[in-house]
């Protein structure tokens, strides 16, 4: 099995993951099936893919022929046999529910071809507890994606111990192939890298909060002034190697004691979950969401991603002519 032998693309979810990556395949020239249980989940899909390319055009990440051509390569099902039959490469995005996805991955294994990748984009459950119900452990692995797909470059490809090496060399020449950026995860943990180190962080800013040392507000903007920046340019070893160990070794050594260590969830997470503080969902979480509000963050998040995009493309283009 080589990256050429992957013509067609199954997405089994159209929600919020599931339409993004949808789209990337089809805008990159896939032939993409889209299943839902919900017709009306695939409708949505299609018109918020319709509504992204739309704001693609508008800052000059696409053409607008490019709107339709991608749709029309995208054809949509609620009948899984259908959708699955021919596909080479499917990705599983459906509501994060062990039994759920197994289910899915045992109907898949007797649905696709022998040949055919399954992949799971779930947050946080191991491939092979999601592949437990199928026989070909060796095509299993999971494809990560960040919330919006199509804004957010990297996948972080999970194997479990029964992933071949050739599965995982096709999923990364096919993420590359589609402007991804994939990161391999050699061995399966629970919340692989990303959810992991945005847990160990979450953790502590609780704790801060809990402990009166800074408000919710104050810390989000450190973060946004401070070390956010930096981050998205150089991970923490770059930055910290920068520095030098030594003094992150003299600096963390008092430090550490006084972090937040608990294996329990910070029980002010627990009191705000209890209270219907949810936050945007809600209205009212830390901050309190009026529609206005939402709106201007959503905003702000979406220009500062789809200038990261341009940086990228044209880095892309000037790496093309060198
Ligand atoms: N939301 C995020 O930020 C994010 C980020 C990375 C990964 N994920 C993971 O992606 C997956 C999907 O999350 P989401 O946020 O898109 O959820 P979502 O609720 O927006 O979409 C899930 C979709 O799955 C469909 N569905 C449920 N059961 C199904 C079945 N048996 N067959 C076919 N379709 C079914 C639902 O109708 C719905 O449209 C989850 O595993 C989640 O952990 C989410």
Redesign the pocket.
């Known amino acids: 099995m080589t990256l050429d032998d992957i013509q067609q693309i199954a997405v ?7 339409h993004g990556i949808a789209q990337e395949f089809a805008f990159a020239g896939y032939q993409v099936h889209l ?4 017709k009306e ?1 695939i409708r949505e899909g299609l018109d918020r893919i319709r509504d992204n390319l739309q704001m693609f055009v508008e800052n000059e990440l696409a053409q607008p022929s490019q709107i339709d051509e991608t749709l029309d390569r995208i054809y949509g099902s609620d009948r ?1 046999e259908v959708v699955c039959r021919e596909a080479d490469f499917v990705i599983e ?4 529910n062990l039994p ?1 996805k197994q289910e ?1 991955f045992r109907q898949l294994d007797g649905i696709c071809p022998a040949h055919t990748i399954l992949a ?5 459950l191991m491939p092979s507890q999601i592949g437990e119900l199928a026989q070909r452990g060796d095509k299993i692995l999971n494809t ?4 919006p797909p199509y804004l957010i470059p990297l996948v972080e490809l999970v194997r479990s111990p029964k992933t071949s090496d050739e599965t995982l060399q096709v999923t990364y020449d096919l993420m590359v192939k589609i402007g991804k950026t994939p990161a391999i995860i050699q061995k399966e943990a629970l919340g692989f890298v990303g959810p992991r180190l945005q847990a160990a962080l979450i953790r502590e800013a609780f704790s801060i909060v809990e402990r009166g040392i800074a408000s919710a507000e104050d810390v989000d903007l450190v973060v946004r002034n401070s070390f956010g920046r930096r981050l998205s340019v150089a991970g923490p070893f770059q930055v910290f190697e920068l520095a030098g160990w030594d003094m992150v070794l003299a600096a963390f050594e008092e430090l550490y004691k006084d972090l937040n260590s608990s294996t329990d969830v910070n029980p002010l997470l627990k009191e705000m979950v209890e209270k219907g503080e949810l936050g945007v969902k809600s209205g009212k979480g830390f901050y309190e969401w009026p529609p206005e509000k939402i709106e201007e963050v959503r905003a702000r998040m979406d220009r500062a991603l789809i200038w990261q995009m341009k940086e990228k493309e044209h880095g892309r283009k000037r790496d093309q002519k060198a």
């Open positions: 089994i979810g159209a929600g919020l993951m599931g299943h839902d249980v919900s989940k899984l995005a459906v509501t994060e759920i899915i799971s984009n779930t947050t946080a990560h994606y960040f919330n």
